[in-house]
């Protein structure tokens, strides 16, 4: 398999972006000047992360990628030491994140490394609930004190209490210190992000793993369906779609509901029946904190929360309202899975012989299953809750960036570094103190201009999904339940990039993420505002797929995603609902185009296009 050299990308600049590592970390860049950190790159195999970053990086949303570079590497290799693998390295090239797992190659340090995991972990998977429950009260009150920060305007005079109390602190310091506080807020949220999840992750691994070694030709999306029928936190926001719509019905205000797609003009048709006002109360209740779900995965500061854009939550309701009038039923089919996660367990319980293998498979999968909601009731906290509270602060310090000429638009910030904002406030601030114009006035608004060329072009370049030095075997176990990096993948997916005629291609291979076999049309969606055209039946095409768009899954005959291995999202998302997944193909936004016929086979991951 061979994939470009990242340092040969690097240096054929898309034309009009030369000088675009400016808008990124200087430790982010593939270098040539050292000499050491160069060959290093070069042997290394680094994977475009478009779980994570369908779409290329706004220099501030960078922040994200920051925190977790951090956080994850520093829990697997400083914390709790994670035997075969360090942390994960970060490169961006034309806007887009790749990355790569650092292993632990010595096989003697591995053998070091792992009493103190044992010692570590084991102390947090037998106190999982307990400390679990800790970390919800921690997260909470992290939420609670970015809710209370207050990003104030400067004032022409100060308040008289400044004096009258003897403060001896401007609102020039406040403004300086609480976007530091905000930042910081943001990086200890990450923190905490990581605190469980490699664990969570390990476990799966450590249950994955063994239950191979005992049954080598099992299929892993096998054992993943022994890990499924579980409630987790992150369905609860589609739960209170589901109930508002039942209720919607029940107090016969569900044609009002249903009448427009506009939230606005749906509330004025509500509010004039009979019980109009009981339901926008419950709609109302409902907001705080559930609707504090992004419309996309909370990455991009362009995933606005359901709270900012209704209509995504309404389309939700609306489609519920429809499926319940004709009779059909919204739940997730949870006591189906249950029952086939139970069968498929014990079928494979009883070819145990051995005593000491039986009892190891029983721990492993109780753990597996204990750990099993964090994985993804973390999401709701931090990626969603938090984020969508942390973007409109950020535009809450644009506002005022923008009155004092900084920028031209509020939404003009993210096309800034963090620390070049921190530079940028320091800038309002002296000058407004001193009663001059600030220099960026004139500094920023053209370099801003620029770089979102540059972002326009960075968007109509196609990333490939794996540069560098290709490992013989991929063992990293989170690259492959998570990303869905295996050797057969990049396989899979340099056999594709050598195509010169992507129209001829007929059968895409991905990652079996969901059982069952279905045909119909594909519909190719890349946002929550795609996911309003999803049409009954189809067969979701995405970069990727985010909690928010649940809604989706009572609509859809099968889900097919470019990224992600069999415990991503959309894989458990599927075999919750039952319904067909094929994930990490690579290129299925590439190459399958809204309307085209599709045949997928969740079970094998095969996509036949029958067009």
């Not at 779409?55 to 570079?69: G, K, R, S």
């Not at 034309?94 to 096989?107: E, F, H, L, T």
């Not at 793993?209 to 369905?235: A, C, E, H, N």
Request: proline fraction near 6%.
């Amino acid at each position: 398999m061979k994939f470009p050299v990242p340092h040969d990308i690097k240096r054929k600049a898309i034309p009009g972006t030369e000088g675009w590592e400016r808008m990124y970390p200087y430790q982010y860049q593939f270098v040539t000047d050292d000499p050491v950190r160069n060959q290093y790159e070069k042997e290394t195999f680094w994977f475009y992360d478009g779980l994570h970053y369908p779409e290329p990086l706004y220099p501030f949303d960078t922040i994200w990628d920051e925190a977790w570079f951090l956080a994850l590497s520093q829990f697997n290799n400083r914390i709790f030491q994670v035997p075969p693998v360090r942390g994960v390295d970060h490169r961006i090239i034309n806007g887009y994140v790749y990355i790569s797992p650092v292993p632990v190659k010595d096989g003697a340090e591995i053998g070091r490394r792992v009493p103190n995991f044992m010692e570590r972990a084991s102390l947090y998977y037998k106190n999982w609930d307990a400390l679990e429950a800790k970390w919800k009260i921690k997260m909470e009150a992290t939420i609670k004190e970015l809710e209370d920060l207050q990003i104030s305007p400067l004032p022409d005079l100060e308040d008289i209490s400044v004096v009258t109390d003897a403060l001896g602190e401007s609102k020039g310091y406040h403004l300086i210190k609480n976007y530091d506080d905000l930042i910081n807020l943001g990086i200890k949220c990450w923190q905490y992000h990581f605190e469980f999840l490699n664990l969570g992750y390990a476990a799966y691994v450590f249950f994955m793993d063994f239950t191979q070694k005992l049954f080598p030709s099992i299929p892993l999306q096998r054992i993943t369906q022994m890990i499924s029928g579980i409630d987790v936190i992150m369905y609860k926001p589609d739960g209170e779609l589901k109930e508002l719509a039942k209720k919607a019905i029940a107090l016969g205000v569900d044609k009002g509901v249903t009448e427009h797609r506009d939230w606005v003009a749906v509330k004025a048709a509500v509010e004039k029946l009979p019980k109009g006002t009981e339901w926008l109360a419950a709609f109302e209740k409902a907001r705080y904190p559930w609707f504090n779900i992004s419309s996309g995965t909370g990455w991009f500061h362009t995933d606005r929360s359901w709270n900012d854009s209704l209509a995504i939550p309404l389309s939700g309701i609306q489609t519920y309202i429809g499926k319940l009038n004709a009779g059909t039923n919204i739940d997730r089919p949870t006591e189906k899975i249950r029952a086939e996660r139970d069968r498929i367990t014990a079928e494979y319980r009883a070819l145990i012989t051995n005593d000491a293998d039986l009892k190891q498979f029983d721990e492993l999968l109780d753990c597996a299953k204990t750990v099993f909601p964090y994985i993804e009731n973390h999401l709701f906290y931090v990626e969603h809750w938090f984020h969508s509270v942390f973007w409109n602060k950020i535009r809450e310090v644009a506002a005022i960036m923008k009155d004092h000429g900084m920028i031209n638009d509020i939404e003009d910030i993210w096309y800034l570094r963090r620390d070049e904002i921190k530079q940028g406030l320091w800038d309002v601030v002296t000058a407004w103190a001193t009663g001059v114009t600030p220099r960026g006035t004139k500094t920023w608004p053209p370099e801003i201009e620029w770089r979102k060329g540059v972002m326009e072009k960075f968007r109509q370049w196609s990333p490939p999904p794996a540069i560098g030095t290709a490992p013989e075997v991929v063992q990293e176990p989170f690259t492959i339940v998570l990303w869905g990096v295996t050797n057969k993948s990049l396989a899979d997916w340099s056999a594709i990039q050598e195509v010169s005629d992507p129209d001829s291609i007929t059968d895409l291979k991905g990652f079996a993420g969901s059982p069952g076999i279905v045909e119909g049309k594909a519909r190719v969606c890349r946002s929550a505002e795609d996911i309003c055209d999803l049409q009954e039946g189809e067969i979701l095409v995405a970069p990727t797929t985010s909690p928010s768009w649940a809604p989706a899954f009572a609509k859809i005959k099968a889900a097919i995603t470019d990224v992600g291995g069999v415990m991503s999202h959309a894989a458990i998302v599927c075999r919750e609902y039952g319904l067909p997944a094929v994930v990490g193909t690579g290129h299925a936004t590439k190459i399958i185009k809204t309307g085209m016929m599709l045949r997928v086979d969740g079970s094998s991951g095969v996509i036949s296009i029958t067009r």
